[in-house]
C-alpha cells in the first residue's frame, strides 16, 4: 500500500493539471471560460462556456471539435514541455473577491466572500491565476501522463491512475453522466452554484426548507423506479442493487420496499451475503488475505439454483452467513415468492453479469446506488464522490461499530481497490441509477466528521488524510443544530449519523 505522502503528491499533479487545462484554454479560447463540471470514473468532465456579460446571464457552451480539442492537448503538452515556474501569492479577501469576478468566476468570489478569510492563497502561471483550493506543483515540468477525450457536449481531462503511472481505465460512463448532470442541473435550479452559494443558504438560515427539498427529490426518485419495476412485473422477479461503500445501499433497498407496498407489492429483502463460501472456500489476494471482495468468494451455483426455483414458485432454504463462525448456515428460513412477491438483494456483485450466469436477464431489474454529487467548491474544482463516501464511512463506522476514523481511514484505500475491481467496471449494467448525494449533508457530516478527524495524532500514516479532509470540511459552513429536526428518520443520511427507523412493515 502507497503512503498517504504519495497520495498528496498525485493529488497535487491532479490539481494542477486542472490549472494546466484551464491557462492553455485560455490562450486557444480566450473568449471562453474553463468549467470543470464532475468527476467521472476517467478523469474529469469539462465544457467551455461563454458569457456575454449579462448579469444572470445562462452560460453558452461551446461544442468543440475533435480538432480544437487536439489544439487543446497540444497546448498544454507544450506548458509541459516548457517548464514554466507556477507562483503562489496571498490576496486578501475582497481584492481576492474581486479579482476572481473580473476573470469571469462569480463560484469563486462568493466561496471567498462566505469563508470570511482575511488572506486567500493565488497561483499564477503564465499570467493565468486561481486557487484551486489546495498545494499545486512548483512548474509544468513536473506533471504526467494525461489526455482530453470528447464526451457529451464537453470533453473528459483524463489523468494517471493513482499508484500506476497509466491513465485511468477507459470505463464507459454514459449513464453515470447523466445522472451527474441531472443533479448539477437541479442544484442550479435552486440557486445553489457551488459551495460558496450553499454556505450563504445556510447562514441565512434556509438550511430546513433545503432538507425538505431534497428528501422530496429521494422519495420522487424512489417512487418512479418502483414504478418502472412494477410496469415490468410480467417478467421481473428480482431487484439487484450495487454501488460502492457508504452510498446508501441498505437505506435504498429499504425505501425502495417502502414504495413497493405502497404500490400493493410485498418485498422480500434478502443480502447477498449470505451468499458468502464458508471461510475455509474463500480464495486469498495477492498478501495472502482472505478476498471476501472477490466474486470467486460467493456460492454462484447456490443463488443461481435458488433463483431458478424461486421463479419456478418453488419454496427454498435460505441460508445465513454468519460471520464468527466463518461459515453459512441453514436455519429453516423458506421462501416463496408468492403473485405481488418480489425479491430485493443487495451487495456489490449485483451488476455483474457472472454473478446470475443462469439466470435470464429479463428476470433481472438493476438498481446502481450511489452518493452522485456533482455539486462544486468552484468553477474549476468540483467535489470527490469518493470523499463523500468516504466521509459517510468515518462517522458510520465510529458511531456503529465503534471503529477509529484512523482505522477508517488506513482501510479506505484497500475498499478502493475492490471498488475499482468489482463495482465501477459494471456501473453502466445498471438499468436505472439512484443518486442518494444529498446537498445539505456535506455542511452536516462537516459537525460529526471534524471531531472525529481531529482525533487521529500527528505521527499517525493517516494523519496527512486527515488534514486534507478537514481542509476541504473548512470551506463547508456547518449545518446548524436546529436544523436537524428537518431530517426525516427515513432519510439516507440517518444511515450514517443516526436516528434512522428504515424497516419493511
Same mark, same amino acid.
Given at each position: 500500500?502507497?503512503?498517504?505522502?504519495?497520495?498528496?503528491?498525485?493529488?497535487?499533479?491532479?490539481?494542477?493539471?486542472?490549472?494546466?487545462?484551464?491557462?492553455?484554454?485560455?490562450?486557444?479560447?480566450?473568449?471562453?471560460?474553463?468549467?470543470?463540471?464532475?468527476?467521472?470514473?476517467?478523469?474529469?468532465?469539462?465544457?467551455?462556456?461563454?458569457?456575454?456579460?449579462?448579469?444572470?446571464?445562462?452560460?453558452?457552451?461551446?461544442?468543440?471539435?475533435?480538432?480544437?480539442?487536439?489544439?487543446?492537448?497540444?497546448?498544454?503538452?507544450?506548458?509541459?514541455?516548457?517548464?514554466?515556474?507556477?507562483?503562489?501569492?496571498?490576496?486578501?479577501?475582497?481584492?481576492?473577491?474581486?479579482?476572481?469576478?473580473?476573470?469571469?468566476?462569480?463560484?469563486?468570489?462568493?466561496?471567498?466572500?462566505?469563508?470570511?478569510?482575511?488572506?486567500?492563497?493565488?497561483?499564477?502561471?503564465?499570467?493565468?491565476?486561481?486557487?484551486?483550493?489546495?498545494?499545486?506543483?512548483?512548474?509544468?515540468?513536473?506533471?504526467?501522463?494525461?489526455? =482530453?477525450?470528447?464526451? @457529451?457536449? &464537453?470533453?473528459?481531462?483524463?489523468?494517471?491512475?493513482? *499508484? !500506476? +503511472? $497509466?491513465? /485511468?481505465?477507459?470505463?464507459?460512463?454514459?449513464?453515470?453522466?447523466?445522472?451527474?448532470?441531472?443533479?448539477?442541473?437541479?442544484?442550479?435550479? =435552486?440557486?445553489?452554484? @457551488?459551495? &460558496?452559494?450553499?454556505?450563504?443558504?445556510?447562514?441565512? *438560515? !434556509? +438550511? $430546513?426548507? /433545503?432538507?425538505?427539498?431534497?428528501?422530496?427529490?429521494?422519495?420522487?426518485?424512489?417512487?418512479?423506479?418502483?414504478?418502472?419495476?412494477?410496469?415490468?412485473?410480467?417478467?421481473?422477479?428480482?431487484?439487484?442493487?450495487?454501488?460502492?461503500?457508504?452510498?446508501?445501499?441498505?437505506?435504498?433497498?429499504?425505501?425502495?420496499?417502502?414504495?413497493?407496498?405502497?404500490?400493493?407489492?410485498?418485498?422480500?429483502?434478502?443480502?447477498?451475503?449470505?451468499?458468502?463460501?464458508?471461510?475455509?472456500?474463500?480464495?486469498?489476494?495477492?498478501?495472502?488475505?482472505?478476498?471476501?471482495?472477490?466474486?470467486?468468494?460467493?456460492?454462484?451455483?447456490?443463488?443461481?439454483?435458488?433463483?431458478?426455483?424461486?421463479?419456478?414458485?418453488?419454496?427454498?432454504?435460505?441460508?445465513?452467513?454468519?460471520?464468527?463462525?466463518?461459515?453459512?448456515?441453514?436455519?429453516?428460513?423458506?421462501?416463496?415468492?408468492?403473485?405481488?412477491?418480489?425479491?430485493?438483494?443487495?451487495?456489490?456483485?449485483?451488476?455483474?453479469?457472472?454473478?446470475?450466469?443462469?439466470?435470464?436477464?429479463?428476470?433481472?431489474?438493476?438498481?446502481?446506488?450511489?452518493?452522485?454529487?456533482?455539486?462544486?467548491?468552484?468553477?474549476?474544482?468540483?467535489?470527490?464522490?469518493?470523499?463523500?463516501?468516504?466521509?459517510?464511512?468515518?462517522?458510520?463506522?465510529?458511531?456503529?461499530?465503534?471503529?477509529?476514523?484512523?482505522?477508517?481511514?488506513?482501510?479506505?484505500?484497500?475498499?478502493?481497490?475492490?471498488?475499482?475491481?468489482?463495482?465501477?467496471?459494471?456501473?453502466?449494467?445498471?438499468?436505472?441509477?439512484?443518486?442518494?448525494?444529498?446537498?445539505?449533508?456535506?455542511?452536516?457530516?462537516?459537525?460529526?466528521?471534524?471531531?472525529?478527524?481531529?482525533?487521529?495524532?500527528?505521527?499517525?500514516?493517516?494523519?496527512?488524510?486527515?488534514?486534507?479532509?478537514?481542509?476541504?470540511?473548512?470551506?463547508?459552513?456547518?449545518?446548524?443544530?436546529?436544523?436537524?429536526?428537518?431530517?426525516?428518520?427515513?432519510?439516507?443520511?440517518?444511515?450514517?449519523?443516526?436516528?434512522?427507523?428504515?424497516?419493511?412493515?
Amino acid at each position: 500500500m502507497m503512503a498517504y505522502s504519495d497520495l498528496y503528491q498525485y493529488r497535487t499533479r491532479r490539481r494542477s493539471l486542472v490549472f494546466l487545462l484551464q491557462v492553455a484554454a485560455r490562450r486557444v479560447f480566450p473568449d471562453y471560460v474553463l468549467r470543470v463540471r464532475y468527476d467521472v470514473p476517467r478523469g474529469y468532465y469539462c465544457e467551455l462556456c461563454y458569457r456575454n456579460g449579462q448579469a444572470g446571464e445562462q452560460e453558452q457552451v461551446k461544442l468543440l471539435k475533435m480538432t480544437e480539442i487536439l489544439l487543446l492537448k497540444q497546448e498544454m503538452k507544450r506548458l509541459v514541455e516548457e517548464n514554466l515556474p507556477i507562483t503562489a501569492r496571498l490576496m486578501s479577501r475582497d481584492e481576492a473577491a474581486s479579482f476572481f469576478l473580473a476573470q469571469n468566476e462569480p463560484q469563486k468570489a462568493e466561496l471567498i466572500l462566505s469563508l470570511r478569510a482575511e488572506k486567500c492563497p493565488v497561483f499564477t502561471l503564465c499570467g493565468v491565476s486561481d486557487t484551486l483550493h489546495g498545494e499545486l506543483v512548483s512548474s509544468t515540468g513536473e506533471l504526467g501522463q494525461f489526455d =482530453l477525450n470528447s464526451f @457529451g457536449d &464537453g470533453f473528459c481531462l483524463r489523468y494517471e491512475m493513482y *499508484g !500506476r +503511472g $497509466s491513465l /485511468l481505465p477507459n470505463y464507459a460512463q454514459l449513464k453515470i453522466s447523466q445522472a451527474l448532470h441531472a443533479h448539477s442541473k437541479w442544484c442550479e435550479s =435552486l440557486g445553489i452554484s @457551488g459551495v &460558496g452559494s450553499l454556505n450563504n443558504l445556510i447562514q441565512d *438560515g !434556509r +438550511g $430546513s426548507a /433545503l432538507i425538505s427539498l431534497c428528501e422530496a427529490r429521494h422519495e420522487r426518485q424512489c417512487a418512479v423506479i418502483a414504478e418502472a419495476i412494477k410496469e415490468r412485473r410480467d417478467s421481473v422477479k428480482v431487484v439487484f442493487i450495487a454501488g460502492p461503500s457508504s452510498s446508501g445501499k441498505t437505506s435504498t433497498a429499504l425505501r425502495l420496499a417502502q414504495q413497493f407496498r405502497v404500490s400493493g407489492l410485498n418485498p422480500k429483502v434478502i443480502e447477498l451475503d449470505n451468499y458468502f463460501k464458508d471461510r475455509a472456500d474463500t480464495p486469498r489476494d495477492e498478501n495472502g488475505e482472505y478476498d471476501f471482495e472477490s466474486l470467486g468468494a460467493m456460492r454462484i451455483d447456490l443463488l443461481n439454483d435458488q433463483l431458478t426455483s424461486l421463479f419456478a414458485g418453488e419454496s427454498v432454504e435460505i441460508p445465513r452467513y454468519d460471520f464468527a463462525r466463518g461459515e453459512g448456515v441453514f436455519e429453516g428460513n423458506f421462501l416463496k415468492l408468492e403473485k405481488n412477491d418480489i425479491l430485493i438483494m443487495e451487495g456489490i456483485h449485483a451488476l455483474n453479469p457472472e454473478m446470475v450466469p443462469g439466470i435470464d436477464s429479463t428476470r433481472i431489474y438493476r438498481v446502481y446506488a450511489s452518493a452522485l454529487t456533482s455539486l462544486n467548491v468552484d468553477e474549476n474544482v468540483c467535489i470527490s464522490t469518493t470523499d463523500n463516501r468516504l466521509l459517510r464511512r468515518i462517522v458510520r463506522d465510529n458511531r456503529v461499530r465503534s471503529t477509529s476514523p484512523e482505522a477508517t481511514l488506513l482501510r479506505w484505500p484497500s475498499v478502493r481497490r475492490g471498488e475499482n475491481r468489482n463495482i465501477f467496471p459494471f456501473q453502466e449494467n445498471a438499468d436505472v441509477y439512484f443518486n442518494s448525494a444529498l446537498i445539505y449533508e456535506l455542511p452536516l457530516l462537516k459537525a460529526y466528521a471534524e471531531p472525529l478527524l481531529r482525533q487521529i495524532p500527528g505521527d499517525s500514516p493517516a494523519y496527512p488524510e486527515a488534514e486534507r479532509l478537514l481542509s476541504f470540511l473548512s470551506y463547508l459552513a456547518v449545518l446548524p443544530p436546529k436544523d436537524l429536526a428537518a431530517i426525516p428518520p427515513t432519510s439516507i443520511i440517518r444511515e450514517f449519523v443516526g436516528g434512522q427507523i428504515l424497516s419493511l412493515f
